[in-house]
């Protein structure tokens, strides 16, 4: 059942972002790039965690052996999905760009309302704006501005941090273990 669920999802997306259904519902099966997506998002957590774990030599290994090939046939899917989105009449209006319109108009309104003028515009008057920093922070969950997860390593003392104590170093010792 989670397949099709998958295969639904991605002919909407594609439908809705790049005008071209991936055709997943229609085949049964995965489109190629979508194949892709899958396995290097299922990839990137595990050299993620081989990293984190001081095997980073191995993921360069691999990398080195495998991983050119699939990001040279990735890039070229990518790019053949953007130029088909790219050649759509410019003229016609349709469902991501109107939302996209709607979104940057509704943040438009917000911030013109609430300043007279640019000179008041700072990082500590937008806090203020709720609709403002929801786009913002919706654009930074979807868009990190890193993308793999931060090593965390705590000080060889200790710290506490929420209200609870972590012990020192990289905490990876057990990394399946729940030890908040």
């Known amino acids: 059942m989670a397949k099709w669920y998958t295969l639904t999802t991605f002919d909407i997306v594609g439908d809705l972002i790049f005008a071209m259904p991936m055709g997943g519902l229609d085949r049964g099966d995965f489109h190629p790039w979508v194949t892709f997506v899958l396995r290097g998002t299922r990839a990137n957590n595990v050299t993620s965690t081989m990293c984190n774990l001081g095997m980073r030599w191995l993921v360069q290994l ?24 790219l050649s759509i009449d410019r ?31 700072s990082v500590a008057s ?48 057990e990394p399946a273990a729940f030890k908040p």
């Open 62 to 85: 691999l990398f080195g052996l495998i991983g050119n090939a699939a990001i040279v046939q990735e890039g070229k899917f990518s790019e053949d999905m953007v130029r088909h989105r």
């Open 91 to 121: 003229g016609k209006e349709d469902f991501v760009q109107a939302l996209a319109d709607l979104t940057l108009e509704k943040a438009r309104k917000e911030v013109r309302s609430a300043f007279s003028n640019a000179v008041q515009i």
């Open 126 to 173: 937008v806090t203020d704006l709720p609709y403002l920093d929801a786009v913002i922070n919706e654009a930074l969950r979807l868009y990190p501005p890193l993308p793999v997860d931060l090593v965390r390593v705590v000080p060889p003392e200790g710290a506490h941090i929420a209200g609870h104590y972590i012990s020192g170093g990289d905490n990876w010792a």
